[in-house]
């Protein structure tokens, strides 16, 4: 009888049976060179789950002839890292030790440190694998002594190749009396989501809850198949790296000004039933993104975004959908975060010197004593409200922080402007 989760009874041992990853392990490409010399570096896989690091860290430790060891930063902790350093000074430690170390971002920095020594004197030799962005979860000194590859979601066609190779070895257990119907073997490579070891596990589950013909045959049905995986896989994490990835997408999509992505990002943040930073994002996109070329968008935005919030989902992806497309749709502009960002920079890193005299507070008795407001000129005393006088510091008096962009509402703004200061 077969044992432990068919996922892993049939994970590749040798490169032909991995699937994806072609940037990787194409001919020539720099993973597969190393794979292949069997002179293995210090690495970290970073990728989502379900995409072959752990399949590619065991071909590794095959092809090299250290001891391996393996820990899951979930559950080891430092005393298992010593363990580890102590069979090192042994006879286990003649050809090295590499430590495949899995979800290394569960590490702290002070576990990640302990390591550093005998990654440095070349007595562990670590692969390391994380589904978050490294570059933000593991210590900089790790980092510099290891090469990153990314590992990226499988598409549903190679997902395939593995269910096929599932169904086949599936076959050899079972003496040939599994059958899967093609539309089910395409419904499980596309509802895996870009995780082959989801797309096997449904297999194994799709054999063992449907019951057999009269013949002894389990035939795997796609009405089968969409009773035990109902649901596509979706990938995010509210503190993890889809999430910011997702959100950009969002964004730089309505910056773009390209509806049909801006709702496509919209729907994966419905997906994962995040209204709050749905809202947020919106509110900052009208100002940052459209800004002034289209200023009634924050009014309407923030409408829609009180509705949005009163609704509930499901009812609020309606509002949220027409916030996204005007804005998608709307002119930009981005003269106001321009113009902040450049006094903020000011206000952080110059000398910018003191507000002028006649522009202090002056709602006090004896002000004028101290010069407070005496020269101000009141600009509704003047024509078009407007009186030339100086405004900014001294050290800053001639500094542009707003300059109008090319849009129909700005280039008004910029006309009158231009208008009344002659």
Known sequence: MSVGPLADRIRPGELEYVVGQEHLLSEGKALRNILESGNIPNMIFYGPSGTGKTTIANIAAQRSSKTLYRLNATNAGVSDIKSIINDTKGIMGIGGVLLYLDEIQNFNKKQQQSLLEFIENGKITLIASTTENPYFYIYNAILSRCTVFE???????????????????????????????????????????????????????????????????????????????????????????????????????????????????????????????????LLVMASEDIGLAYPQAASIVKACVDSAFQLGFPEAQIPLAQATLLLATAPKSNSCVSAIGKAMSDIESVDTGDIPLHLKDSHYKNAGKLGRGVEYKYPHNYPNNYVKQQYLPDNIKDKVYYEPGGNKFEQAIKEYMDKIKK
């Open 151 to 281: 590992f990226k979601q499988i598409k549903p066609e190679d997902i395939k190749k593995a269910v096929i190779r599932a169904i086949e070895i599936l076959k050899e257990e079972k003496d040939g009396k599994i059958i899967f119907d093609d539309d089910a073997v395409e419904h499980i490579s596309y509802l895996a989501g870009g995780d082959v070891r989801k797309a096997i596990n449904a297999v194994e589950v799709c054999t063992i809850a449907t019951n057999p013909d009269a013949s002894g045959n389990i035939h795997v049905t796609l009405k089968n198949a969409e009773e035990c995986g109902q649901k596509k896989a979706f990938r995010y994490d509210r503190d993890g790296d889809s999430h910011y990835d997702i959100l950009s997408a969002f964004q730089k999509s309505v910056r773009g000004s390209d509806p049909d992505a801006a709702i496509h990002y919209l729907a994966r943040l419905i997906a994962a039933d995040d209204l709050q930073i749905i809202c947020r994002r």
